[in-house]
Nanobody
């Protein structure tokens, strides 16, 4: 099995910053891509910084210029630096990983348990 564990969420004032972390563990051949999604109360889960098939990253329009995704392949980890946070960024943030468990087999998406980010004064 593959486990994704997020950390770094919390309560922050508008204009503040947070850095989310996600680490993958378990037995697998490779992690092909990792990204971040979020789900606000009463809304559907949406991509925040999601990988494209070409290997780049698509950022949601609402976070462009404020959020930055980075990855540490050696640690099987992905990070989301969030700056200039706004109340509308309040949501549960989820890490996603596309994983090949066995070489040559089909890939599968895995999700973390989510970490709460609350932006409020």
């Amino acid at each position: 099995q593959v486990q994704l564990v997020e950390s770094g969420g919390g309560l922050v004032q508008p204009g503040g910053s947070l850095r989310l972390s996600c680490a993958a563990s378990g037995t697998f051949f490779s992690i092909n891509a990792m990204g971040w999604y979020r789900q606000a109360p009463g809304k559907q889960r949406e991509p925040v910084a999601a990988p494209t098939t070409g290997g780049s990253t698509n950022y949601a329009d609402s976070v462009k210029g404020r959020f930055t995704i980075s990855r540490d392949n050696a640690k099987n980890a992905v990070y989301l630096q969030m700056n200039s946070l706004k109340p509308e960024d309040t949501a549960v943030y989820y890490c996603n990983a596309n994983v090949t468990k066995i070489r040559g087999m089909a890939t599968r998406d895995y999700w973390g348990q989510g970490t709460q980010v609350t932006v409020s004064s």
